[in-house]
Nanobody
Framework: QVQLVESGGGLVQAGGSLRLSCAAS????????MGWFRQAPGKEREFVGA????????IYTDSVKGRFTISTDKAKNTVYLQMNSLKPEDTAVYYC?????????????????WGQGTQVTVAS
């Protein structure tokens, strides 16, 4: 049973930083890609970025490039989303997801497993 558990969300002032974690369990994730998505109230779920577990290749949506960084700790089976220079428009519930299919990573329908989400609120 694959399980993804996010943590690290909270309230932060604009310009601040947060690091989200996604602890993955239930199988080995070699060959998988791990994605981060977010959903703000009244909006559709939005792709944030993704990383391939084996090679560490990353992609990001344009609005977070240069501010957000995705990384993995294979020993801990954990994926991180480091978020810097946060803006009020980054406020959302953030979800991590896993997929065996590495394309298209920007589409939520590609992903097989999802975490429960963690709230990030950026105050102006």
């Amino acid at each position: 049973q694959v399980q993804l558990v996010e943590s690290g969300g909270g309230l932060v002032q604009a310009g601040g930083s947060l690091r989200l974690s996604c602890a993955a369990s239930g199988r080995t994730f070699s060959g998988y890609a791990m994605g981060w998505f977010r959903q703000a109230p009244g909006k559709e779920r939005e792709f944030v970025g993704a990383i391939t577990w084996s090679y560490g290749s990353t992609i990001y949506t344009d609005s977070v490039k240069g501010r957000f960084t995705i990384s993995t700790d294979k020993a801990k089976n954990t994926v991180y989303l480091q978020m810097n220079s946060l803006k009020p428009e980054d406020t959302a519930v953030y979800y991590c997801a896993a997929t065996r299919t590495v394309s298209p990573l920007r589409s939520s329908s590609t992903y097989d497993y999802w975490g429960q989400g963690t709230q990030v609120t950026v105050a102006s």
